[in-house]
């Protein structure tokens, strides 16, 4: 189970950093090029590393708290599961009032 949960953060931070990689700009528009044709104007293109680092992270948490939660309703199922098996007898309850 551990190594299932690890497994999905990492695959969660793979999937939340291509998100933000896809939509942060790395390079001037095209209208601010043809812009820092103007004298004095310069083209400002922010830096999308703490923004990458950020998705990743919120990704990886997010995806290793679903596969948490997940892991732990299947270990709780799998042990009620074990404890009534289906060739068991069941006991004969208390004779009904009557």
Not at 64 to 85: F, K, N, T, Y
């Amino acid at each position: 189970m551990f190594a299932a949960i690890v497994i999905g953060g990492l695959l969660g931070g793979g999937i939340g950093y291509g998100l933000v990689n896809a939509s942060c700009p790395n390079t001037a528009t095209v209208a601010e090029h043809l812009l820092e044709t103007v004298p004095g104007f310069h083209a400002h293109t922010p830096s999308c590393d703490l923004k990458l680092l950020a998705g990743a992270v919120t990704g990886s948490v997010i995806a290793a708290i679903g596969a948490g939660v997940v892991a732990m309703l299947m270990l709780r199922a799998q042990s009620e599961w074990r404890a009534h098996p289906a060739g068991r007898s069941v006991p004969p309850g208390p004779p009904p009032d009557g």
